[in-house]
């Protein structure tokens, strides 16, 4: 049984408050989810790999639950905020999925961005032998005033062979992708305290 104004008693709680103040960040995810979406089913999407791997990368944003939107969002936000001294970025949810993010100079060819995210989120994927799935995220550097366009890549490899640890190193080497990464961690509470 549960008794009438349960559900206001929660609400009216201190930590809900500030549960719903860190779930902020979680909305530039749903953004980003919607703005996926809505380009999917008008066509507006210039590159893309095809129809299904499209359906499946915003799929896995979508299936992302609101905790780990907050980690994901957060993240993206700074390294949007970043971009002009970082181009990418790993970032493993949560759920095990690593996400990139790349951020080119507003005069790269939108194919060459496209294809530079693949080979990165390839890249990714060797770096974490326990990830299956890769997601890649590409945008413009931010600079005030100018619009920006997005893509998105889905990679799903459930196995990681000698011959691709092998094309990993060469592009390693000869582009450097995720070569030397800056390796931070940050903590987030579900429920911060005060």
């Known amino acids: 049984m549960i008794d009438d104004g349960l559900w206001e008693q929660i609400t009216s709680k201190e ?15 749903d953004h980003l989810i919607e703005k996926f979406g809505q380009d999917f089913l008008n066509g507006q999407l210039e590159f893309a790999a095809s129809p299904s791997g499209t359906e499946r990368a915003i799929r896995q944003l979508a299936r992302e639950d609101r905790f780990a939107r907050r980690i994901l969002g957060k993240s993206f936000k700074e390294f949007l905020d970043n971009s002009q001294r970082i181009l990418a970025r790993m970032t493993t949810s949560p759920s095990g ?3 990139v993010f790349l951020a080119s100079p507003h005069d790269t060819p939108r194919d060459a961005r496209v294809a530079e995210l693949g080979i990165r989120c390839f890249v990714a994927r060797g770096l974490h032998p326990k990830s299956q799935r890769v997601v890649g995220i590409a945008t413009e550097r931010y600079e005030k005033g100018k619009g920006f366009s997005l893509d998105l890549y889905h990679l799903f490899k459930p196995t990681w062979a000698a011959e691709d640890r092998e094309r990993m190193d060469a ?17 987030e509470d579900e429920c911060p305290q005060s």
């Open 97 to 99: 999925v690593v996400y």
């Open 171 to 187: 592009i390693q080497k000869e582009f450097g992708f995720f070569a030397n990464p800056k390796l931070t961690t940050d903590a």
């Open 15 to 29: 930590e809900y408050a500030r549960k719903q103040t860190a779930n902020e960040a979680s909305y530039i995810w």
